[in-house]
């Protein structure tokens, strides 16, 4: 039976449409199926050209992609891979990540620290790298100022006594009357 009014017509077209993309978003889970092409809600909707809601919205349609993605594929070109060997290598690869931040981390760390010792020397804030041999020359120099000084106190105390023998030189022989010759 034949619609007839505009309003019967419009629903029959809007239920052959739904129809239709029905169809497409079943023939596209079975090629995906065939083809063993990882199986979700938008690589269906994408092969069938429709939006991921229309799946989602019927229940069914939803009910078949998830039980499709839940069986392991039947791809008999090359090696299986099953879902727990597939969630093992990723929680192996997430472990390995972790590892390699730590270490990027440490490495960081390290290359600041070093960064920044560089920056302390070059202001000249920082303390000189080798301390032991700056150490010792200041100790040579030290002891080099000790000697000096000894040297110092001899030299006045030679002064004093030639100053002394002097001026008991010069009462002599400014006490003694001059005679003429």
């Given at each position: 039976m034949k619609p007839t009014s505009p309003a019967d017509r419009l629903a029959q077209a809007r239920t052959d449409d739904s129809t239709?993309?029905?169809?497409?978003?079943?023939a596209a889970l079975d090629d995906l199926t065939r083809d063993?092409?990882?199986i979700s809600v938008s690589a269906v909707a994408r092969l069938?050209?429709?939006h991921r809601s229309l799946i989602y919205r019927h229940g069914d349609l939803h009910a078949a992609v998830a039980a499709k993605a839940a069986?392991?594929?039947n791809?008999?070109?090359g090696p299986q891979v099953s879902r727990n060997s597939l969630l093992s290598d990723l929680a192996n690869l997430t472990e390995r990540n972790t590892r390699l931040a730590g270490?990027?981390?440490r490495l960081e760390q390290r290359l600041s620290e070093a960064l920044g010792q560089d920056a302390w020397r070059a202001t000249g804030l920082g303390a000189p790298t080798d301390t032991d041999t700056l150490q010792r020359k200041i100790d040579h120099l030290e002891q080099q100022v000790a000697e000096l000084r000894d040297q110092l106190s001899e030299r006045e105390e030679d002064l004093q006594a030639s100053r002394a023998t002097n001026r008991e030189l010069?009462?002599?022989?400014?006490?003694?009357?001059h005679r003429p010759r």
């Open positions: 239709r993309r029905r169809r497409r978003v079943l063993g092409q990882p069938a050209g429709v069986q392991p594929p791809n008999t070109n270490h990027v981390g010069m009462t002599q022989l400014n006490s003694t009357p």
